[in-house]
């Protein structure tokens, strides 16, 4: 089994945090988006991970390639780096790693998380992971006939299915999805001047191919800031229920408290503070004469005099003040 992640944006709808760190490799409850997602994909699938090929754009930089072959590595795969240099749809950024779509495969676009307990049905020819939502207008939605899925649709005016594709697919031939969109690259097959995977996957279901729906408990999205908050705070309280110790222990607390679920992590300096519930912190940061809840803190961060909540706060930044809901970038200063 082979998973492809497209993730050559860097996420403008979540800046300033992307501005030097891409989206897919913020921290959610301690830990990069994109290597909870490929560490959930494994484990809904059961079957040992050959290759993990990222999909990113070549200004990423070095540290960005290795920090992702490193996640690979911890899954015991094989990381590899493609690079989609033009923003030209979601076909033509999977079939950036077409030398490495071979046998069964997931495609999974790497800002999205998700929950879920089924079995992977590989005698289908593919499996598309779907949520029920509420507003199925705002989603592209499958069709189901039984428990084959019979049409797809992108953002219906009228009702037409309330299960909303979530951007996680299966195939049980890299092969045939490569051959399929391959053909609408050759052939310039383009909506909104762009290559779309729906239109392959189309062609494969014309074709005759099984397509069967795999549905998740969970859909976390981390688009903006005040979702990734939420998301945070849902993948935290998962986490808590699981038993996982989201505290590290050189934890350094003075007059202190912390309320679960939180993840601190390592080296956190703790003063006159009450953190939590449903707060990360991550490496190196201080808290001194503050109160944190429902808030995302990256690394190294220093945090004065503070009472935050639904607060995003990036890489290095310093913040002393009075301010509530905020959000602020790596190396920002708010004094």
């Known amino acids: 089994m082979k998973i492809i992640v497209p993730m050559a944006g860097r996420g403008s709808r979540l800046r300033p945090h992307t ?101 992977l049905d590989t005698s289908a020819d593919s499996v598309i992971w779907v949520k029920q939502v509420d507003d199925p207008s705002a989603f592209g939605v499958v069709k189901l006939d039984g ?16 299960l909303a594709i979530i951007g996680i697919y299966y195939f049980k031939s890299g092969e045939t999805l490569r051959a399929e969109l391959q053909y609408l690259l050759d052939n310039n097959i383009v909506k909104g001047g762009e290559y779309q995977l729906t239109d392959g996957l189309e062609n494969m279901k014309q074709k005759g191919l099984k397509f069967v729906p795999g549905k998740v408990d969970e859909w976390m999205d981390c688009g903006n800031k005040n979702v990734t908050v939420e998301t945070n705070t849902r993948m935290l309280g998962f986490l808590h ?3 996982e110790n989201l505290v590290d222990a050189n934890v350094k607390m003075e007059n202190s408290t912390i309320i679960p679920p939180c993840h601190i992590g390592a080296d956190v300096v703790l003063i006159n503070a009450t953190v ?42 310093s913040f002393d003040g009075k301010f509530t809901s905020i959000s602020i970038g790596d190396y920002s200063v708010l004094e």
């Open 147 to 162: 428990e084959r899925i019979v049409d797809f649709v992108e953002k219906p005016k009228e009702y037409v299915s309330d």
């Open 241 to 243: 229920q699981d038993g």
């Open 19 to 119: 501005l030097t760190v891409p989206k897919p490799l913020i921290p959610i409850a301690g830990k990069p988006i994109v290597h909870r997602l490929v560490e959930d994909i494994a484990g809904v699938i059961n079957q040992d991970i050959e290759e993990i090929a990222f999909i990113i754009h070549k200004d990423f930089g070095k540290q960005v390639e290795i920090e992702l072959v490193a996640i690979a590595e911890k899954l015991g795969s094989r990381g590899t780096i493609y690079y989609q240099n033009e923003a030209l749809g979601t076909a033509h950024a999977i079939m950036c790693a077409k030398d490495s779509m071979q046998g069964p495969i997931v495609v999974a676009y790497a800002d999205t998380l998700f929950r879920a307990d089924f079995t």
């Open 276 to 317: 939590g519930p449903n707060v990360s912190l991550g490496r190196g940061c201080h808290v001194i004469d503050s109160s944190i809840k429902n808030s995302l803190v990256q690394t190294h961060a220093h945090i004065k005099n503070a009472n935050l909540d639904n607060a995003m706060i990036g890489n290095h930044a």
